[in-house]
């Protein structure tokens, strides 16, 4: 009762953070250039969000303090291998490996905080502060978050069956992160109505929709499609080593301590005084 009760709070945060996060990305469809792009305001609350996660997730011991030990040195390893491949090639980076392999093993709320503190902290080192970086973001962490949801219900984690599933969640979620940051960009990127492909204000679901795949097939398509591929070839390569480690500082970190109920005193036998003593 005491697990269920502990998954429920953390998925509410979860699912909290993503219903407003996926807000941020719907309502420039609506409203174009005139949304308005605070950018320390959305990274700020995207981070305390994470931190929120992270809280809940300790306090219903779903992670521990020296688990968040792990967390901050893998974010610091990928902020700096996308400190050095910023753009890697074409659209593919490494970063992604480390954000699924982590949110897969210590969970969702690991996950979604993962990605989203990698893209923050690779921002601070690379001076890439801009409109964006709340949507990398979110993006980032909800890659992670989806990896922890899969390794939730997932059995043996480095059998062959799980790894070419997690391999195939890599390539999913290269596509999704490219989408979902076009989503975003797409109404400030060009002008409005000036092509068959660019957003345009006060037209139906269905003709944005149709916009929107013209422009992602003519600008974005094979460029995630590098992100895509090179996700599922570091996961299907790299996955077993790096998850059965941290396997092993899970079970290590992570100790739930049962409490036995008290067991209570019987009370003293008496004796009666006409027992004499034995000589």
Not at 159 to 187: K, M, N, Q, T
Request: hydrophobic share 60%.
């Amino acid at each position: 009762m005491r697990g269920w009760v502990a998954v429920r709070a953390e998925d509410a945060v979860l699912f909290g953070v993503t219903a407003a996060g996926l807000a941020l990305f719907v309502a420039p469809l609506f409203a174009g250039s005139r949304f308005p792009q605070p950018v320390l305001l959305f990274s700020a609350l995207v981070a305390v969000s994470a931190l929120v996660a992270l809280a809940v997730a300790l306090q219903t011991h779903r992670l521990s303090t020296r688990l968040l030990a792990i967390l901050a040195a893998l974010v610091a390893i990928d902020a700096t291998l996308r400190l050095v491949i910023v753009i890697g090639l074409l659209g593919f980076s490494p970063i992604f490996f480390l954000i699924i392999a982590g949110g897969f093993v210590m969970g969702p709320s690991f996950g979604f905080a993962g990605g989203a503190l990698t893209l923050l902290l690779s921002a601070v080192l690379t001076a890439g502060l801009g409109p964006w970086l709340p949507y990398q973001m979110l993006a980032a962490g909800w890659v992670g978050m989806g990896a922890g949801y899969l390794g939730r219900i997932s059995g043996h984690r480095t059998s062959p069956r799980i790894i070419a599933v997690l391999s195939l969640y890599g390539c999913a979620a290269g596509f999704a992160y490219g989408i979902l940051l076009d989503l975003w960009e797409w109404p400030l990127l060009i002008a409005a109505g000036s092509s068959p492909i660019s957003w345009a204000s006060g037209i139906g679901p269905g003709p944005l929709l149709h916009r929107f795949g013209g422009f992602y097939l003519a600008t974005s398509l094979v460029y995630d499609s590098f992100r895509a591929i090179g996700n599922l070839l570091l996961v299907a390569v790299l996955a077993p080593a790096v998850i059965g480690a941290l396997e092993r500082f899970r079970r290590r970190f992570l100790v739930v301590w049962n409490v036995d109920q008290p067991v209570s005193e019987q009370a003293p036998v008496k004796i009666s005084a006409d027992v004499g003593t034995p000589a």
